[in-house]
């Protein structure tokens, strides 16, 4: 099972996105996934991102979880999810991406 991880309220990503009700940038959660994606897959590169939808938001100290499914491979599903109860989670983000050598 892949680590969690948490984006503290006082990280520089956060700060401004948006004033009042800060959420974590999608762009920024993109890239940790690429990240997860490169550190699973190093000898592989990202080479399209064909789906990405966001259908909740990532708030600032919410645990959330990468999810990596290659059972298409060269292309990858993700998904982020946030933990809410003990069985159940929030999506934050589904997408597909086309993995090749590097």
Not at 53 to 81: C, G, M, N, Y
Request: aromatic fraction near 6%; charge should be negative; hydrophobic fraction near 50%.
């Amino acid at each position: 099972m892949p680590e969690p991880f948490i984006v503290e309220a006082d990280a520089p990503c956060v700060q401004g996105h948006f004033p009042g009700m800060p959420v974590v940038p999608g762009a920024w959660v993109l890239g940790k996934v690429h990240a997860a994606l490169l550190a699973r897959y190093p000898d592989c590169r990202v080479e399209a991102l064909k789906k990405v939808k966001f259908l909740a938001p990532l708030l600032p100290d919410q645990t959330a979880r990468i999810s990596i499914d290659d059972r298409r491979w060269p292309r990858v599903h993700v998904s982020v999810e946030h933990p809410i109860e003990a069985a159940d989670t929030v999506q934050i983000l589904d997408a597909s991406f086309v993995m090749s050598a590097a």
